[in-house]
């Protein structure tokens, strides 16, 4: 990832040509406040997944051309009824497919990890410690070999987590293959291998990524080369609706993670979406009240025994619906200390992750066989210090008056035998030798105040710090909601039993509150994982004192670094929008920054086939302003002969007439009827930018095309004279790919459009390369 961030930082280093200044110019008191030394960049690369993609921007503004109002103004409401009925149908298949996947990943993991640890078990029954190691490493190594070769090969982009990509997309940057069926089928299969070899990591993540990809898939009719060429589903074919799919297959991920319906709307909102809006959060909500019916559904049906191994585990680790817990007005200072602990440790979390990723990316940088080789060694790793650190602790005694089967070397259990003998067992096999899952529900048992040592937990503690950060990075699924809980819980139950008598609170209580103060404190969400955590534990006598925790530990964290998903998406090089702007851009106009790029790219209303080939051939720019001279009187105090703005054209509608042939033998206005017969509105949809393949003869160089009827005559625009700050907060808000800069007076013979911004051009880092004093000025506010 390393590489990626300094290509892209070299990528906009290059000196720029000072430009010629006029007589006005020579003047100081003429010449602007702040200038530019160099260029900013418009063609970034960014890490998705494993893979080095080109990165383009997403188009949800509403091309509002004449194809357009067309379409709009002959909907019968039929048309507009189906419209809604078919967001609902698929707000709902988003669920009905995400729980059942959901399912499917839990019975699979809870299986093969369960007649794994049986065979394990078997051994050690038989004081076969050797052939138990070597069958717990061998069957580890062998899930994570498949975990692994699938993404290397198969699809680079289901590595790890997905969620900085997601929220990449919902922020307006076009991810290439992030949502394919190839990407999901391997995330599936994926996270099951990874998962079942006991690696420090979760399904949390790669669920959330499995339900945007069945929106997506779902949206465009299936995958790209196999669509359904249904006619309602035209509606989707835009990234407006697609975005808010998306959205809707986020939140029925985390729901299906956590049983959370209501903490995975919250999550879509406030984690991942850019956007929001009430129409929306009602089908989110829809979509996750769905998957909740089917995991409840099958819920039920594996309490009959019909699931193998599965039971009642897997999709619901801490229920103490059923125990009733006090805390008092002294509690709050051990709470305050939790929450404070947790901000800590998840900013010391994030800033070591991000030194482990970057070596990571050196590594993988040297092929395919490294990546795997590199998921190997880690997979052997954990699987020897699961299996071999258990040995460290004391057994103890099992005590009678438990009613749980003591001690057992089952699949799962509070009191695993390991090595001891009859009567004994060993808290930190229990807490080891087990699925991740279960090690939570363990860890999080409430009324077991002596269940595990001190010594056992600081072990526990001190190993998955190691486990999850050398894990994660590895080219398998990955999340990393399931690691911050395991470290979160263990230190937060250490506080427990160090607080002893002086504190009426449950050890399984402040195993809770640790795992939340640390996600607070390395993800830094609050109002979610509030929920998530509520409808996990299903308590609300829980509700304050973990508000107290998150709101503690988030504020502690903020003022170190930032979340562990900005982390990643800096590292990533996905060129992601802040909510806020810098205070210094405030300083800035946005015509600034259109001196500091090359001259806009214009075409005019009826062009010439040849300057729209030379155009395309020439830049890369993705959209172009159309000009026309006025055809009305205009307006007092204007010269004649000003050249009017008709508007903005998108590269991909240009290649889009050339390869139709489009062409006039002479230069004049069509008539809306030729424009309608040639194009229908919703092929405007499809993107469609390769121009190597289109062949343009000498005789239709010299014909011409008509842009008018292709052309956004709404683009938003902005006065030369405004802030960037206030420039930026308009562009991220309406979720713009392009937003065109407009003189403060218009004179004639000038250009109506002095500028054109994207998304690159108002990132704060490419700012302060192109007005490196910027930098420095914000150095001497700090100091």
């Given amino acids: 990832m390393g590489e990626v961030t300094n290509h892209i930082g070299s990528s906009i280093n290059y000196n720029g040509e000072e430009r010629e200044q006029g007589d006005a110019e020579s003047n100081t008191l003429n010449q602007p406040l702040v200038k530019a030394n160099r260029k900013l960049s418009s063609t970034p690369l960014a890490l998705v997944g494993t893979k080095v993609s080109h990165i383009e921007s997403l188009d949800y503004e509403i091309n509002e051309n004449d194809l357009f109002k067309h379409d709009w103004r002959k909907r019968s409401k039929t048309q507009v009824l189906q419209y809604i009925f078919l967001k609902w149908t698929f707000a709902c298949l988003v669920g009905l497919f995400t729980g059942l996947i959901a399912t499917l990943i839990n019975l699979a993991v809870e299986n093969i990890a369960g007649y794994k640890l049986l065979a394990v078990g078997h051994f050690l029954a038989q004081e076969r410690y050797v052939t138990g190691l070597m069958m717990f490493a061998g069957a580890n190594l062998g899930l994570t070999l498949i975990a692994s070769v699938l993404c290397v090969c198969f699809a680079p982009t289901a590595a790890g987590p997905g969620i900085p990509e997601i929220k990449a997309y919902l922020n307006g940057i076009d991810t290439p293959n992030m949502f394919g069926a190839t990407t999901m089928f391997v995330k599936i299969i994926g996270s099951i291998g990874a998962v079942a070899a006991g690696l420090d990591l979760g399904k949390e993540g790669p669920l959330v990524h499995i339900g945007t990809c069945i929106a997506s898939l779902l949206g465009q009719g299936g995958t790209d080369n196999h669509r359904i060429k249904w006619r309602w589903l035209r509606y989707f074919n835009n990234d407006r609706d697609r975005r808010d799919l998306i959205t809707c297959g986020s939140a029925a991920g985390v729901c299906a993670a956590f049983r959370s319906p209501v903490g995975g709307v919250l999550f879509a909102l406030e984690e991942v979406a850019t956007w929001w809006r009430s129409a929306l959060l009602w089908r989110t909500f829809f979509s996750t009240a769905v998957v909740v019916v089917v995991l409840r559904g099958f819920i039920e049906i594996c309490k009959s025994g019909k699931c193998g191994l599965f039971g009642s585990g897997g999709l619901i680790m801490f229920d103490v619906s059923h125990v009733t817990y006090t805390y008092h007005v002294t509690d709050i200072i051990p709470v305050t200390l939790i929450g404070v602990i947790g901000g800590v440790l998840g900013s010391l979390y994030n800033h070591f992750l991000h030194k482990v990723l970057r070596l990571y990316n050196l590594i993988n940088a040297k092929g395919k066989i490294h990546k795997v080789l590199l998921s190997l060694l880690v997979s052997l790793f954990t699987s020897v210090c699961l299996y071999g650190l258990p040995f460290l602790a004391t057994c103890k005694p099992c005590d009678p008056s438990i009613k749980e089967r003591c001690p057992t070397n089952g699949r799962s259990g509070n009191f695993k035998q390991f090595h001891c003998p009859k009567g004994y067992y060993s808290d930190l096999a229990t807490l080891l030798l087990t699925t991740n899952v279960d090690a939570v529900r363990n860890i999080f048992s409430s009324n077991t105040p002596n269940e595990f040592s001190m010594g056992s937990l600081w072990i526990f503690f001190v190993l998955y710090c190691i486990l999850g950060l050398f894990t994660f990075g590895i080219a398998t699924p990955s999340g990393l909601f399931l690691p911050i ?85 800096h590292l990533k090089g996905l060129p992601f929008l802040e909510a806020n702007p810098e205070p210094w851009m405030r300083n800035l106009s946005v015509s600034d920054l259109g001196d500091a790029k090359p001259p806009v790219v214009t075409l005019q209303g009826v062009e010439k086939v040849a300057r729209i080939v030379d155009v395309l051939k020439n830049t890369t720019h993705n959209a172009f302003p159309v000009l026309d001279e006025a055809e009305v009187v205009p307006q007092a105090g204007l010269a004649t002969g000003a050249i009017e703005l008709h508007g903005l054209i998108l590269r991909a509608h240009l290649v889009k007439v050339l390869k139709k042939r489009w062409f006039l033998t002479e230069k004049r206005r069509t008539e809306e009827w030729e424009v309608r017969e040639k194009f229908p509105w919703d092929e405007l949809a499809e993107r469609e930018d390769n121009f190597d393949d289109v062949a343009i003869t000498s005789s239709e160089m010299q014909m011409y095309v008509d842009l008018h009827p292709l052309t956004n005559t709404t683009p938003y625009t902005v006065m030369e004279n405004m802030s960037v700050a206030k420039a930026l907060v308009l562009f991220r808000q309406v979720g713009l790919r392009h937003l065109l800069i407009v003189p403060k007076i218009q004179v004639s013979g000038m250009s109506p459009v002095v500028g054109i911004l994207t998304r690159q051009d108002l990132r704060a880092y490419n700012i302060l390369q192109a007005f490196p004093h910027l930098e420095k000025s914000k150095g001497r506010k700090a100091n």
């Fill in 485 to 569: 809980i395991l470290m979160g819980s263990a230190y937060g139950r250490m506080l427990g039993g160090v607080m002893g008598s002086y504190t009426s609170i449950d050890q399984g209580l402040y195993a809770v509150l640790g795992a939340a103060s640390l996600m607070a404190g390395s993800m830094r969400m609050t109002v979610s994982l509030c929920v998530i955590f509520l409808e996990l534990t299903i308590n609300l006598l829980l509700l304050p004192i973990t508000m107290i925790v998150l709101l503690i530990a988030k504020t502690v964290g903020d003022s170190f670094n930032p979340s562990i998903y900005d982390i990643i998406l």
